[in-house]
């Protein structure tokens, strides 16, 4: 199983270009996030989907949107990209209860740069 | 206030050593999940273990043990037999009430140095 798959790995944009963080899970979850790191911190939520159809604001949303596409693929889009968005992503998705110990699988990050 | 606090930036630990890692949290639920990832220098967020609050034994998978204390409100990680592999970057996480969809609060993390 490939789990949750991130792409790009890595991105390096122009303040005020726009761009797409692709996130796709194969393991059939209802639940996905989408978390950023920056330097020296943990994660922080921007948005998240509890199921297809529904998408929430976290902590931190702003500068971004997000639309879940259908049940496996979960998008993050920066519209005008600023530097205070460089940062690492990541997305996320949760194991639905009665299926083991609560649980997020993440995927690898995207390590963004906005020059 | 901060939900989940680390006060450790870095800890140091000898090979074969146990070590045990802090974490406070603050919510007013009563149903809540704790976590614990670690993060190594390649960047993946692998998980480690989960405690329930009203889990009444101490959550233990292999060699982590996670030290519930509910009434202090702290959810330290126990790693045992320490080895060069587990340097990293360790975080806790919490989860508030029952319908919060998973969503996770993380502390800042604290980086683990295991010394040979």
């Known amino acids: 199983n490939a789990g949750v798959t991130q792409t790009p790995k890595f991105q390096v944009l122009k303040t005020g270009q726009s761009m797409t963080l692709q996130c796709a899970q194969d393991m059939n979850h209802n639940s996905m996030y989408w978390y950023r790191q920056d330097p020296g911190m943990g994660l922080r939520l921007i948005y998240y989907s509890a199921s297809e159809g529904t998408t929430d604001k976290g902590e931190v949303p702003n500068g971004y949107n997000v639309s879940r596409l259908n049940k496996r693929e979960f998008s993050l889009r920066l519209e005008s990209a600023a530097p205070s968005q460089t940062s690492v992503y990541f997305c996320a998705s949760k194991r639905p209860l009665g299926q083991g110990p609560e649980k997020l699988f993440f995927g690898s990050g995207t390590q963004l740069s906005v020059l | 206030a901060q939900k989940i606090t680390q006060t450790q930036p870095g800890m140091f630990v000898q090979e074969k050593e146990a070590v045990t890692l802090d974490c406070t949290y603050d919510?007013?639920?009563?149903?809540?999940?704790l976590f614990w990832y670690k993060q190594p220098s390649s960047g993946e967020m692998i998980f480690l273990i989960y405690?329930?609050?009203?889990?009444?034994q101490n959550a233990t998978e292999g060699r982590y043990s996670l030290n519930f204390q509910k009434a202090r409100k702290s959810a330290n990680l126990v790693i045992s037999a320490s080895q060069l592999g587990d340097s990293a970057m360790y975080f806790c996480?919490?989860?508030?009430?029952?319908?919060?969809?998973?969503?996770?609060?993380f502390g800042q993390g604290t980086i683990l140095t295991v010394h040979p």
């Open positions: 919510t007013s639920d009563q149903s809540y999940g």
């Open positions: 405690q329930g609050s009203y889990d009444e």
């Open positions: 996480a919490m989860r508030e009430g029952r319908t919060s969809y998973g969503k996770l609060t």
